[in-house]
């Protein structure tokens, strides 16, 4: 072979590499997400079963654990409307990995946030399908003396923090940065 190496890569690969280390971040978050959401959901609901008043405190004043099961979305939006919110969650899901299969270029923090979104959204949308339309909920915030924060999960709180880095990503990409242009007179 005069020297030369073949490889065994599909041309695609080799073509864009930074295609490899997508999936190498992606997967392992959104697997890991999803895992440690589910894990979290069962361990916690099955300790606090059996605990009085099924909730333990943890910061005094501002964070409990403490059972709680939703019908809904986010604050308790569209409650009772579980197959609306299956197939809404369901298209979501296709979005949000059809996003990351066929864009391209997208940076880093903008990966981690398609992998947090896919991760937040499979958690909620197993417990919708197997979880009789409940969706388990445990974290208890008190933002005001006698004020809390709807209960949350692991996985609302990766939703949030993709929002929040999408957030970010934009306010500080190189596009955002540019002046728009002038109008012409």
């Known amino acids: 072979m005069n020297g ?6 599909p041309s695609s690969v080799i073509s864009h590499p930074s295609s490899v280390i997508r999936h190498l971040i992606f997967w392992p ?7 440690f959401d589910l894990w979290t959901k069962s ?7 059996n605990v009085q008043g099924q909730g333990v405190t943890i910061i005094n004043g501002f964070l409990r654990l403490q059972l709680a099961v939703n019908t809904g979305a986010a604050f308790g939006i569209a409650e009772g409307h579980r197959v609306m919110l299956v197939a809404v969650s369901a298209i979501a899901l296709v979005v949000i990995l059809a996003i990351f299969i066929f ?3 997208e940076r880093k923090i903008v990966v981690v946030s398609l992998a947090l979104f896919a991760a937040g959204v499979s958690g909620n949308l197993y417990d919708r399908v197997f979880n009789g339309g409940l969706v388990r909920d445990f974290i208890d915030v008190v933002y005001w003396p006698g004020k809390h924060w709807p209960a949350f999960n692991v996985a609302d709180s990766m939703l949030c923090t993709a929002v929040g880095l999408l957030i970010i990503s934009s306010l500080f990409s190189p596009e955002s940065c540019q002046k728009p242009a002038q109008p012409q007179k």
């Open 4 to 9: 030369e190496q073949k490889t065994n890569f």
């Open 29 to 35: 978050i959104c697997i890991g997400g999803l895992a």
């Open 43 to 49: 361990e916690i609901f099955a300790w606090l079963e």
């Open 103 to 105: 864009a391209r270029g």
